[in-house]
């Protein structure tokens, strides 16, 4: 019954620069939930960069799909967006960028690849708190964000995570699978 959980999640949502903010329980369950809210599930791909925390990874498993890795930038150690569309197949439905330690993906590439194909980004931005791409937040530019909260992060809540999206869509799928 109590209301400090809703302001935060507002609060951060606005910091950032999104619509709506989702608390969950950890940054992994606001991967998968932001994945199932995205309606991925068995035989969907989702592409996400092997140099990452396992979570990004595992996320896409948990929900029945396939991660496809695609290298990473050796100069930002960020999906490198020039091996993008060479992973993309039929099955693709979602790219998920990876801002590690809190360094921006080029997002403006990774968008474009993702519209011209149809697909959906989540932006695993668990190092992201508080960064920006172009002035615009980061979990803010794809169609959701996913942010974790644990101990080790520079916004610590001692375990938990949020999911920042736009899209009511998404955010009325998350709620339910929350």
Not at 76 to 98: C, F, K
Not at 111 to 137: C, F, Q
Not at 143 to 155: E, Q, R, T, V
Request: aromatic share 8%; proline share 4%.
């Amino acid at each position: 019954g109590g209301t400090k959980a809703r302001e935060f999640e507002q609060k951060f949502a606005e910091y950032q620069g999104a619509k709506y903010g989702l608390g969950v329980a950890t940054g992994t369950a606001a991967l998968e939930i932001a994945l199932r809210a995205m309606k991925v599930g068995p035989g969907d791909e989702v592409i996400v960069p092997p140099y990452t925390f396992m979570a990004s990874a595992t996320a896409v498993l948990q929900v029945g799909a396939l991660p496809v890795f695609v290298d990473i930038d050796p100069r930002t150690y960020n999906i490198n967006p020039d091996l993008i569309e060479e992973a993309i197949t039929d099955r693709t439905r979602v790219i998920m960028p990876v801002h590690f330690g809190g360094l921006a993906c080029d997002m403006e590439r990774v968008m474009a690849i993702a519209r011209r194909h149809g697909l959906l980004v989540l932006e695993d931005a668990s190092h992201a708190h508080g960064a920006t791409w172009k002035d615009k937040g980061l979990g803010t530019i794809g169609d959701a964000g996913a942010f974790s909260l644990m101990s080790g992060k520079n916004l610590p809540a001692g375990e938990a995570g949020i999911i920042l999206t736009d899209d009511e869509e998404i955010l009325g799928w998350s709620v339910l699978y929350h």
